[in-house]
């Protein structure tokens, strides 16, 4: 009798602690996304998805004729196609490369103001559920030989070099010298107008690890978008 009581207490305290360890792993994955780390999916091959069957990608534009000088949006679109939930990279530099083409499929340079680079972190993703859709933006100015442009240019590498001799508040001289005008993220560096077919790759390497999401896939590899065409004109 003794033995069956100790057994029934014993068992009963075993679902207890089974009971409070759920509670505290409910309790841990109340916010999912503290408990997010990033991984290689070459390490893990189970947290991939490929984006080629994971999503569609569009890019547009506001119009499709632009006078030199102008800015280009060139608006982007991730679409969740998978029946699953899926962590996204956003599409921001250097994930996104863009490449342009000419009307007779020579490529055109889109030359890049500063070199970004990546330290890639869990808050560089986002989840999306079916049939959401993630959205960028990148601003590409239409000519790269602007006068305008040069001044600007040159004003920013005096500051630089005078903040490489004698350091001092970057900021606030970026502040008094209107250094903080948009000239894009980049310009298309076409030698005269005429028709551009520009279209937007984007590229992930690394996997969400969560042990609060362990079924939730990433997209990993590369993807291209549709092309986008728009006409410069002087």
Not at 159 to 164: A, D, K, P
Not at 187 to 208: K, R, W, Y
């Amino acid at each position: 009798m003794g033995q069956l009581i100790g057994l029934t207490m014993m068992m009963v305290g075993l679902l207890f602690v089974g009971q409070q360890w759920r509670a505290g792993q409910s309790k841990r994955c109340v916010d999912p996304s503290a408990r997010r780390g990033v991984g290689d999916p070459k390490a893990l091959p189970r947290r991939g998805a490929e984006y080629s069957s994971a999503a569609r990608f569009r890019i547009a534009s506001r119009k499709t004729t632009y006078h030199i000088g102008e800015m280009i949006s060139v608006d982007l679109a991730m679409l969740n196609t998978e029946r699953a939930p899926i962590f996204f990279h956003k599409p921001l530099v250097p994930s996104i490369t863009l490449s342009a083409q000419d009307e007779k499929g020579r490529p055109v340079n889109i030359s890049s103001y500063v070199t970004i680079l990546e330290g890639v972190v869990p808050q560089s993703y986002v989840l999306l559920q079916r049939g959401e859709i993630l959205l960028g933006s990148f601003q590409l100015l239409a000519g790269c030989n602007l006068g305008a442009l040069s001044t600007f240019e040159a004003a920013r590498n005096q500051l630089n070099e005078e903040q490489r001799q004698s350091p001092s508040n970057y900021q606030e001289a970026v502040f008094s010298r209107n250094l903080f005008v948009n000239w894009g993220d980049a310009c298309l560096a076409f030698q005269q107008p005429g028709s551009f077919t520009i279209t937007v790759e984007q590229t992930n390497d690394h996997v969400i690890v969560s042990p609060c999401e362990p079924n939730v896939k990433t997209a990993v590899g590369t993807i291209r978008s549709t092309p986008l065409t728009v006409t410069i004109v002087e």
